[in-house]
């Protein structure tokens, strides 16, 4: 993983400390209200801290946040699949076959929320954060209703750009039921790499 590093000029430095500063005066000054015995300032002293000249941006516990590269923004297909792709998130929405779910057997469609985990102009990596089931009568469900693995919440997949218009999908952990490899098919796809995406 790489990390970011940022340069803060010698004046802006200045500032954000002098804010910084006045706002933990500030702070100190407050009177505590809630009567709970906890001081009102403690929260406020101790998550302000001043920037250094150099600092490194990672992504915490509150999950994806990278963005994806413009080469993978935007609306992607194959078969009875689309991939609809945003700088920070995607919805992968597959049909599951007419048979089963036109007897109320099956769900009809499943539709996968990813988040973008990492990616740069040639690769992209998205993960689940959630996953729904669309039903022969037209609700939706978070429960797949037919038997067997399913597609879950933390499933990954990773996108690679081959062609323009041309991206090849590698599942990285879960996608029960996905073929390892397969290919979505975009804007400015040729004639002859549109065939990979059995539309």
């Known amino acids: ?41 403690t929260g406020a002293t101790t998550s302000t801290v001043a920037p250094s000249a150099t600092s490194t941006a990672s992504s915490g516990p509150t999950g994806p946040s990278a963005a994806a590269s413009a080469r ?31 007897q109320g057997q099956a769900a009809c469609s499943e539709t996968d929320t990813l988040g973008v985990v990492s990616g740069d102009d040639t690769q992209l990596t998205l993960t689940v954060t959630a996953v729904s089931y669309g039903l022969n009568n037209g609700q939706t469900t978070s429960v797949n209703p037919s038997p067997g693995p399913s597609t879950a919440v933390g499933d990954s997949i990773q996108l690679v750009s081959q062609a323009p218009g041309l991206l090849k999908q590698t599942v990285l952990h879960g996608f029960p039921g996905w073929q390892s490899d397969l290919y979505w098919c975009g804007t400015g796809v040729s004639p002859t790499d549109q065939q990979q995406c059995g539309a």
Do not use: E, Y
């Open 72 to 102: 993978f923004v935007g609306h992607w297909q194959r078969h009875a699949s689309t991939l609809d792709i945003t700088p920070t998130t995607a919805t992968l929405s597959a049909g599951l076959g007419m048979g089963p779910c036109s």
């Open 1 to 41: 993983m790489t990390a970011n590093a940022w340069v803060v000029k010698p004046g802006l430095l200045v500032a954000v400390a002098a804010t910084v500063i006045v706002a933990v005066a500030a702070a100190g000054c407050s009177k505590n209200t809630s009567r709970t015995g906890t001081s009102s300032t």
